[in-house]
């Protein structure tokens, strides 16, 4: 039987940052135990990295305002690089209710301290990107710090921090089983047993599973989404943030010598699926050219595109912190799409919940399990 003080159950990204958190916090036996051969064949590895502050959520907002600046300082504090490039993101608005949205978000932004946000004029985005169709744009909303990360050196340089300080990490290894004898856990798994205080759910997609290995009915479903790289095209600017037409939810953004278009198909229905379907490519296509028509011109291999899967509860925001049911069970689950880039913030406040019970860095109980039995769902509309 082996020991540890944490037993984090996932390692993708939020799974090596709370490890990252925790070694730093001084508690460094710690074990993560994740069932593939390696790291990020779970939603992290599926990410389009993007990271962004202009949220309509205060709490939101507050993770961000955590995260982007760890991302930004990510290689003098650990070592190791995770490529943050602040491009900004640019929402652009084709009618005055959508304005008005950017309008009272950009408010709440300012006033939980986001320092980069402004509010952009039609003509100034029409001057900014001149390759854009503008006719029907409005305005906008740009923050000059929110980007892009590569989220798999991120979640590498979070883990490698760890057990280079101490923590442990088994590959390979699935967990099968969680039982709680006088007090503690007993994690059973596929490579060995591990008696534990604390159990740290990181899961991703796969969390209702490996939450119900402790009896525990959690409400996170998976979603697929679906992205498209487009093969090398330098007709549009390589320097343009994240870009994204409110009109119908495509965006897109630079990516290696070609872009990555991205678009939340409202008719995908829940569950494990990751299988791209080829008919998407047309659909996304359609929108690209419609809001860039040099996008009429690019190339794609559909090939090179994917699926992966959103990890989505009920309101949108994520569930952290302790079980109310089990005690030493804790989640970390449901980012609804924002995992990799609220992953440092997450870190923190499990690492601070774990070690002392306590975090300045939200208000936990908005984010906790219990929210969903008392009726204190928050609603995040700025969703992508
Ligand atoms: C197409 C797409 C685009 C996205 N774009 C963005 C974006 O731009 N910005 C952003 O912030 N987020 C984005 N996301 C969301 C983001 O990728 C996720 O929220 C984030 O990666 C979740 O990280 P995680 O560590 O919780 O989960 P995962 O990376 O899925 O890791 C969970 C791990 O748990 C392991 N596991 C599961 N069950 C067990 C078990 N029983 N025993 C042991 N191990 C187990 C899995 O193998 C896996 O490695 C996107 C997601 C997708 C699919």
Redesign the pocket.
């Known amino acids: 039987m082996h020991t540890a003080d944490v037993v984090i159950?996932?390692?993708?990204?939020?799974?090596?940052s709370i490890a990252y958190h925790l070694v730093a916090a001084g508690r460094t036996n710690v074990l993560v135990?994740?069932?593939?051969t390696a790291?990020?064949?779970?939603?992290?590895?599926?990410?389009?990295?993007?990271?962004r502050a202009q949220f309509s959520t205060p709490v939101n907002i507050q993770m961000s305002l955590y995260s982007i600046p760890f991302y930004a300082s990510f290689e003098e504090r650990l070592g190791y690089p995770c490529d943050y490039r602040p491009q900004g993101y640019l929402f652009c608005a084709t009618n005055d209710k959508h304005m008005a949205y950017l309008r009272a978000n950009y408010e709440k932004q300012l006033a939980m301290g986001l320092k980069n946000v402004r509010l952009v004029a039609g003509d100034e985005i029409r001057g900014m990107f001149p390759l854009l169709r503008g006719d029907d744009i409005v305005g906008g909303s740009f923050c000059s710090t929110d980007g892009?990360v590569d989220?798999n050196s991120a979640?590498v340089g979070f883990m490698t921090w760890a057990v280079d300080h101490g923590a442990t990490l088994w590959k390979n290894?699935?967990?099968?089983a969680i039982t709680l004898r006088a007090g503690s856990f007993e994690v059973a798994?596929t490579r060995d047993m591990v008696s534990t205080p604390a159990v740290v759910n990181?899961?991703?997609?796969?969390?209702a599973?490996?939450a119900a290995?402790a009896g525990i009915e959690l409400p996170v479903e998976p979603l697929?989404?679906?992205?498209v790289p487009t093969e090398p095209f330098d007709q549009f600017p390589h320097t343009a943030p994240m870009i994204i037409d409110m009109s119908n939810g495509f965006h897109f953004r630079p990516e290696s010598r070609g872009f990555l278009f991205?678009w939340n198909d409202p008719q995908e229905t829940p569950g494990y699926k990751t299988d791209f379907d080829p008919a998407f490519t047309e659909k996304i296509l359609t929108r690209a050219a419609d809001r860039v028509p040099v996008f009429e011109n690019v190339a794609v291999n559909p090939k090179r595109a994917?699926?992966?899967?959103?990890?989505m509860t009920p309101d949108h925001h994520p569930i952290l912190g302790e079980s109310p049911e089990v005690p030493g069970f804790f989640f970390?689950?449901g980012?609804?799409?924002?995992?990799?880039?609220?992953?440092p913030a997450t870190g923190k406040i499990l690492s601070d919940l774990i070690l002392t019970g306590k975090t300045d860095l939200i208000d936990a109980d908005l984010l906790n399990f219990a929210r969903f039995a008392e009726a204190r769902m928050i609603h995040e509309t700025a969703m992508?």
């Open positions: 159950v996932g390692g993708g990204i939020v799974g090596s135990i994740e069932r593939e790291q990020g064949k779970g939603s992290t590895g599926k990410s389009m990295g993007g990271v892009f989220p979640m290894a699935t967990v099968t798994t990181c899961a991703g997609p796969w969390a599973e490996v290995l697929r989404r679906m992205l991205a994917w699926a992966g899967l959103y990890e970390a689950n980012f609804s799409g924002h995992g990799v880039m609220h992953a992508l």
